[in-house]
């Protein structure tokens, strides 16, 4: 007879049996959710629904709109896709998980897609959905997964785990199909009930799912074609080099071919700025270029490294930061929480900016604010006068907002989008999300430049990503130019500094789950040590020795 224990569920103490698992538990907790339970933490940590309770513990259930349960449940749903393509058109090829496309994630085919294909594959998933398949976790030994990996034809997933130096791994089955995901998972195919795919074209669709942003619904797919764009520039360029996952930069490294890479990657972006800052001094036209992208997107480098190629033809660039523009800080709107929203649209002095770029294209002399932020208040130290040869650099996460500077002529003005886009995956099944590419970035410089520790970086995060999903993404697309700001070879440097912060973080710490996932994510590359990189490289403002300082 099985012993009984008390455990905790949401603070409330009730008696169960010892043994039993949290997906046998959550069932009892299902209609107190708003979707289906995904995960739970056991004791602050996060377990997936089939591990079992042995003991007194505080348990936490979750629903996708929790950010980690998120990440799981979007796992879950590549893991399904994948089978049930394989399932249907094994024998024409495979899909490829490539990156995220306006709240959905791109996957690309390997065989030609029709959208009769795609309604098949949904359906198929619908059918694995509505059965209630198992995905079983199964600890095995590494060797013999990279052996079953190489047999089943699979070799970069086989190179993945030959990089690693765990005895044991693991695998999750479903049906008679293993694979390797790098997330907790799903316990069984029920939960992943809330999809679409939406087909973009004959090489590939979006897997459409709620975000923690979406308040519950399936967003509506909105292309943005520039964007998509410079990803499939990017993604050409690396097929050109043979580096599409982790795998293949490791094999780079290895071989001693990484300072080779370095320089054709820092080349190429670059030349691009060279070439655009040509267009614009041949253009005689553009007066104002504006800057904008997300957190760590590389800002300050790039239009520096623009102010001084623009320089060497002849022009003489000006640079201005929105941030100096800033309203009084008792001005300043406050957000649901009652702190500052220096993220919102309001928090700029509209007025004042739009006022003063007028003047100084009208050629006339203006008062320039810097913002005193230990103060709250605009101090006016400094004027400015744009003569024939200047050009002004507008940075700013506003400077793609239509409403900025909307009675200056647009054949006066250019438009700039930064992105840093993650160019390579894990693997075919598992993808390396932007947005963790740029925290490490930010967790990095935060730490080197402003004294912050890791846990201050993750703090602020949540805030910083709702005011990037309100203020700039929806504005990329008022972009003349979307540049990609993001290199392939940057995860094997940042490791070397991000680690050591990284495990600073410790478990009774809220945001040790967060640490842990990048740890792991980090682990997977070869260290690179910086002397490689270049002091002209963006990656130096977040690592230091940056010529742009």
């Known amino acids: 007879m099985l012993e009984n224990i008390k455990v905790y569920v949401d603070l409330k103490e009730i008696t169960i049996k010892k043994g039993i698992s949290l997906l046998e538990l959550s069932k009892m907790y299902d209609n107190m959710y708003l979707h289906k339970i995904i995960i739970a933490k056991v004791d602050g940590e996060y377990h997936e629904l089939n591990d079992t309770i042995n003991k007194t513990c505080h348990i936490e259930f979750f629903d996708l709109s929790d950010k980690f349960a998120n990440r799981v449940y979007l796992n879950g749903l590549v893991y399904l896709t994948n089978y049930c393509f394989k399932e249907l058109f094994g024998n024409k090829g495979y899909l490829n998980t490539k990156h995220s496309a306006d709240k959905g994630l791109y996957m690309e085919s390997t065989c030609h897609l029709t959208r009769e294909m795609l309604q098949d594959l949904e359906c198929k998933m619908n059918e694995i959905v509505k059965n209630n398949l198992k995905i079983h976790k199964v600890t095995i030994l590494r060797d013999d997964a990279i052996n079953y990996f190489k047999e089943t034809g699979d070799v970069k997933k086989a190179g993945l785990l030959e990089y690693m130096t765990n005895t044991y791994v693991n695998l999750y089955r479903m049906g008679n199909s293993y694979n390797y995901m790098f997330s907790l998972m799903p316990s069984e195919t029920s939960c992943l009930d809330e999809f679409k795919l939406t087909y973009l074209n004959e090489d590939g669709f979006i897997l459409r799912y709620p975000t923690i942003y979406s308040e519950g619904e399936i967003p509506r797919y909105k292309h943005h074609a520039k964007l998509f764009e410079v990803f499939n520039d990017s993604k050409e360029i690396c097929k050109l080099m043979n580096l599409e996952t982790s795998v293949d930069l490791n094999n780079k490294i290895v071989e001693g071919k990484i300072g080779d890479l370095i320089k054709i990657t820092e080349s190429l972006y670059t030349n691009k700025l060279l070439n655009l800052a040509k267009e614009i001094s041949n253009s005689k036209k553009v007066k104002i270029i504006l800057i904008?992208?997300?957190?760590?997107?590389?800002?300050?480098?790039?239009?520096?490294?623009?102010?001084?190629?623009?320089?060497?033809?002849?022009?003489?660039?000006?640079?201005?930061?929105?941030?100096?523009?800033?309203?009084?800080?008792?001005?300043?709107?406050?957000?649901?929480?009652?702190?500052?929203?220096f993220e919102c649209l309001e928090a700029i002095d509209h007025e004042l900016f739009n006022t003063t770029m007028d003047k100084l294209l009208k050629g006339e002399e203006v008062d320039l604010p810097m913002f005193n932020f230990i103060t709250g208040k605009k101090e006016f130290k400094e004027k400015m006068k744009l003569n024939k040869e200047d050009i002004l650099l507008i940075e700013g996460i506003h400077c793609l907002n239509p409403t900025i500077l909307e009675n200056i002529d647009n054949s006066k003005k250019l438009k700039i989008y930064l992105s840093a886009l993650t160019e390579i995956n894990i693997d075919e099944d598992n993808r390396i999300s932007t947005t963790d590419n740029r925290l490490i970035r930010r967790m990095i410089r935060d730490y080197y430049t402003r004294g912050y520790d890791p846990s201050e970086t993750l703090e602020v995060w949540d805030n910083v990503r709702l005011g990037e999903e309100k203020y700039i993404f929806p504005n990329q697309d008022e972009a003349d130019i979307t540049i990609n700001t993001g290199f392939v070879y940057e995860f094997p440097v940042l490791k070397v500094y991000a680690l050591p912060l990284l495990y600073t973080i410790k478990k009774d710490s809220p945001y040790y789950e967060d640490a842990k996932r990048l740890i792991r994510l980090l682990e997977i590359f070869l260290p690179v040590p910086s002397e490689h990189v270049p002091n002209d490289s963006i990656l130096r403002e977040f690592i230091g020795g940056s010529y742009f300082k």
Not at 300 to 316: N, P, R, V, W
Request: charged share 30%; hydrophobic share 25%.
């Open 292 to 341: 904008s992208g997300p957190s760590s997107s590389g800002k300050t480098t790039t239009t520096k490294k623009l102010a001084m190629y623009l320089g060497s033809f002849g022009l003489k660039p000006k640079v201005i930061s929105m941030d100096d523009f800033f309203v009084e800080r008792e001005d300043t709107p406050k957000n649901e929480f009652g702190q500052y929203d």
